[in-house]
């Protein structure tokens, strides 16, 4: 768009500059429509700048500056630095560098880190055997500790978390879920569905 409307801006200065001898009214219409597209052409280059600045992730732009060698500079050596060109494989210990590799071996890390732990039964029994007969609780109370999450105990988490601080092991930061949750509903169904899952103990298949 930004580059057909320099060419039509070009054109009208190219009438203009073979036309001075052109009548007066002619002329207006031919400075009007180049008013015309050089205002479309100011709205269509601030919104690409700003659409670069947010890619850039930059703060930097000083007032009427559509530096944009700079954004893009900017948004390269980011795209590098956010790109994983080499892991360390699990197996052999060799480096890896070939894009199946890679995305093969985070795969097994993340499938590794997600599988469940054995349940030490002979560990749980020794806890429940020395619980003193005394230590119960009524059948309301109990039931708190094991019904769904609610909505409002959801936000009222997520409200409260802390900052720089992952629920997981996954290193996904509370500052994520916030994002999320303010962005769509249904993240937010989502997560208390996985919530749900953890207490009835019924993770999919494809989760371990």
Request: aromatic share 6%.
């Amino acid at each position: 768009m930004i580059k057909s409307l320099e060419e039509k801006r070009s054109t009208i200065l190219t009438k203009i500059q073979g036309l001075a001898d052109t009548p007066r009214e002619h002329m207006s219409a031919l400075q009007h429509d180049l008013n015309q597209v050089e205002q479309q052409l100011d709205v269509h280059i601030d919104r690409s700048t700003k659409q670069l600045l947010l890619r850039s992730a930059t703060r930097w732009q000083d007032q009427g500056e559509r530096n944009n060698k700079y954004l893009y500079r900017v948004i390269k050596q980011r795209t590098a630095q956010q790109t994983i060109l080499s892991l360390k494989a699990s197996r052999s210990g060799q480096r890896i560098t070939n894009n199946s590799e890679i995305l093969e071996e985070a795969r097994l890390f993340y499938r590794k880190l997600y599988r469940p732990t054995e349940v030490d039964h002979d560990a749980i029994d020794h806890l429940l055997s020395h619980i003193p007969d005394t230590a119960t609780m009524d059948t309301d109370t109990a039931a708190t500790l094991i019904r769904p999450t609610s909505d409002l105990e959801l936000k009222g988490l997520i409200n409260h978390s802390p900052l720089g601080k992952s629920p997981g092991l996954d290193g996904l930061p509370f500052e994520l879920y916030k994002l999320l949750f303010s962005l769509s509903s249904d993240a937010a169904g989502l997560f208390r569905r996985v919530l749900d899952l953890a207490l009835d103990g019924s993770f999919p298949h494809s989760w371990t």
